[in-house]
């Protein structure tokens, strides 16, 4: 008599095929939890997960160090980029989107050091931040408002804050008739569009060729009639070619730039700028001329959450002069700026807006 399958999986019915291992391995089922934003791997039993109110320690273990390298070596693979000894660092995108970077020894001590972000693929409505508690309910018509009249937003904050979701979000408020260029590193930015085309950087191959980096993707964004331009990042150089299209007429454009508040935004700005070769008027005259708004977000023991909204002016250097601020309860406190922002929008009646 055949003796029955094994429970893993030894045999197989007639004329199937056993499905391939999950290339996540263990962290696949951390990871594909709902909610679970990012997975990191500091070591053997040493698992962490976000949901969204900062890391929280799973109970996933794996046999030894040498089983983390190998899972971040066959990660890196997947990602279509290389791990070893002589490439001891990676960033790389998995064909579902999911972000990876890893670092091996010695330049991570004793363990590979592994860390995910997935991607959301289907976008939060502006409905589902406001239950979420994410847009308190009296933002939501300003910044429905800052899409609709295509003022042109950049969105601040640090790592995990929630950048990304709130740019895919307003994005897909846009009207169907426009065309969005989203122009980026990866695959993160995922809005509800009809019309969205992508242009995602390419780096150098192990030879040292074939490079195409942001800049050149947003003087190409130029040529393919796009009624808004959008950058998933400002983080280097290419600042300066974001500042010079959204100077072109393309209003409506909309990028995410790390900052500990709206009003760092410009010494951020100023930072990056000046690794294009521009000075601080430079970039003080182009920033406030491309960019009508900054929203910032932030991420508490509550969640993440809008925190500000400002607006750039450049009259006396480049600030952010706040226009409305949100208190952990939601009540927005309006700042000097409140009437731009309130014109940026397009609010008739400023009372009504944060009643």
Do not use: Y
Request: charged share 20%.
């Amino acid at each position: 008599m055949n003796s029955p399958p094994k429970p893993d999986g030894g045999a197989s019915p007639a004329g199937s095929i056993a499905p391939p291992p999950d290339p996540l391995g263990p962290l696949a089922v951390a990871l594909r939890q709902p909610g679970v934003t990012d997975v990191v791997v500091n070591g053997p039993d040493d698992v962490w997960c976000d949901r969204g109110l900062g890391l929280e320690r799973v109970r996933i273990r794996f046999t030894d160090a040498a089983a983390v390298r190998d899972l971040a070596v066959r990660l890196a693979s997947a990602g279509g980029r290389r791990l070893d000894d002589a490439s001891p660092l990676v960033d790389a995108r998995l064909s579902d989107g999911t972000r990876l970077h890893a670092a091996l020894p010695p330049i991570a001590d004793e363990c590979a050091l592994i860390s995910l972000r997935t991607v959301r693929r289907t976008p939060f409505t502006i409905a589902d931040l406001v239950t979420s508690g994410m847009v308190p309910p009296a933002l939501e018509p300003i910044l429905a408002g800052l899409v609709s009249e295509r003022a042109s937003v950049l969105i601040s904050g640090a790592t995990g804050a929630g950048k990304t979701t709130l740019l895919a979000t307003l994005l897909s408020m846009v009207d169907h008739s426009e065309r969005i260029v989203v122009i980026e590193e990866g695959g993160e930015v995922m809005p509800s569009h009809p019309h969205v085309v992508r242009l995602v950087e390419r780096r150098a191959n192990v030879d040292g060729a074939g490079e195409v980096g942001l800049a050149r993707l947003v003087r190409e964004s130029l040529r393919m009639r796009p009624d808004r331009i959008v950058l998933g990042e400002c983080r280097g150089a290419e600042v300066r070619d974001v500042l010079t299209a959204l100077n072109t007429g393309h209003r409506g454009g909309m990028s995410t730039i790390h900052a500990n508040s709206a009003l760092d935004v410009p010494a951020r700005l100023t930072a990056l700028g000046s690794l294009a070769g521009m000075g601080p008027e430079s970039v003080a005259l182009h920033a406030s001329a491309a960019f009508d708004a900054v929203i910032h977000v932030e991420r508490g023991v509550g969640g993440r959450r809008v925190a500000q909204v400002g607006v750039l002016d450049a009259a006396d250097g480049l600030v952010v002069r706040a226009a409305v601020t949100a208190g952990l309860d939601g009540r927005l406190e309006r700042g000097p700026a409140w009437q731009i922002l309130a014109a940026l929008a397009g609010i008739a009646r400023v009372a009504d807006a944060a009643a």
